[in-house]
């Protein structure tokens, strides 16, 4: 890999886009060149990067030829079209998308856990579900300590998840309703403005959403853990920025409230945010913006045995996507 790679972003306009273009600059990437790509409605804006204004161009068929590295958040129809091309082209795909996650020859990566997973890559490499990637920040260490069998959780996901539009979308309804004004809608089935929605993405036949199974599926590619099951309600509220996700774990080992906080203290990429006597727990409008997830309300399952219940936060623009994707590719450079 040439070490001042030729880096693309597919879906640079969008709200992982901008973010992807931020946290490069931010983690000093050694970027030797950028290409902003996205779709044709797009071309001839400018976006900044290390001060300069850099254009948009149309992504193309032909828009791989010299890139080294392209990291794609275009939604999965794109990738799925364009990310095979790139690869083609002698390029590696960091995915944002969930067109690959669950493909064989495609490793599924969070750099805190199967860092080493990157080198079976064969030209594309897939970035987690955001919900997924919050939750395991916190879970995977307790798993290497005590053993995951299970979890049950539910999720408390920021509107930006959904992209720009629904951003703006929020913010259109909570002027409406604050007017007094009829509420629109163009994104969500629902109003959310004031209102949290139990449904994020489509529904399957028994009843959970895609969202929802991603938890268990992503989880054991991750963690290398085929036995992990996963039960979980995703659940869509008006906060604009950073997923919450209430966790209740049931593990192989007995497991301490003291004994999870000094392995989750130690964690990479997380702080421990866990003093409820002052009212000091993980909330989404202080992670919003910030690398680190956060865990808190550490305490013992009630009701199972081996059972640990937490709450994690993460900016899933962040972790969830645009920061994951950059240390990928950071990991390609070693
Ligand atoms: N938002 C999150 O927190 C999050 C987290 C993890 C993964 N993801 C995934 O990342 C992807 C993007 O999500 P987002 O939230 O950034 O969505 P978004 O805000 O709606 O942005 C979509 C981006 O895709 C571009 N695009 C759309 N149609 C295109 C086309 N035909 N050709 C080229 N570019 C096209 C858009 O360009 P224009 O501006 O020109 O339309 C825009 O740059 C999705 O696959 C999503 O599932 C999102």
Avoid at 12 to 38: D, N, S
Avoid at 102 to 130: F, R, S, T, Y
Avoid at 195 to 220: A, C, I, Q, W
Wanted: charged share 20%; proline share 6%.
């Amino acid at each position: 890999m040439n070490r001042t790679p030729h880096v693309a972003v597919v879906g640079a306009t969008g709200a992982v886009g901008i973010e992807m273009i931020q946290t490069l600059e931010k983690r000093r990437f050694p970027v030797g060149k950028l290409t902003l790509l996205a779709s044709a409605r797009s071309a001839g804006k400018k976006l900044k990067f290390q001060g300069a204004d850099m254009p948009v161009g149309e992504l193309k068929k032909d828009s791989f030829r010299g890139i080294d590295i392209a990291l794609f958040s275009a939604g999965g129809s794109i990738s799925k079209e364009f990310a095979p091309l790139a690869a083609q082209a002698g390029c590696v795909v960091i995915d944002n998308s969930s067109a690959f996650r669950m493909d064989d020859a495609v490793p599924l990566v969070i750099p805190e856990i199967n860092a080493g997973d990157v080198k079976k890559h064969q030209g594309i490499i897939a970035n987690p579900n955001c919900t997924t990637a919050v939750t395991l920040m916190a879970l995977y260490p307790l798993h290497q300590a005590f053993g995951v069998r299970r979890i049950f959780a539910s999720s408390y996901q920021a509107v930006s998840g959904t992209g720009a539009k629904a951003i703006e979308e929020l913010e259109r309804q909570v002027g409406e309703v604050v007017h007094g004004k009829p509420v629109t809608k163009e994104v969500y089935p629902h109003q959310i403005a004031f209102n949290v929605l139990p449904h994020v993405d489509s529904f399957l036949p028994g009843g959970y959403t895609k969202e929802e199974m991603k938890m268990e599926n992503e989880g054991r590619k991750i963690m290398h853990q085929p036995a992990f099951r996963a039960s979980v309600t995703c659940v869509r509220v008006p906060v604009y920025r950073a997923h919450s996700v209430a966790v209740s774990a049931e593990f192989e080992r007995p497991v301490t409230v003291e004994a999870a906080r000094e392995v989750l203290k130690k964690a990479p990429g997380l702080d421990v945010v866990d003093n409820p006597e002052a009212k000091e727990y993980p909330l989404p409008l202080h992670i919003a913006g910030r690398d680190n997830c956060a865990v808190g309300r550490l305490r013992k399952d009630c009701a199972m045995d081996n059972g640990l219940c937490f709450w994690v936060v993460g900016d899933q623009l962040l972790k969830g996507a645009a920061l994951n994707a950059v240390q990928i590719a950071e990991l390609l450079l070693k």
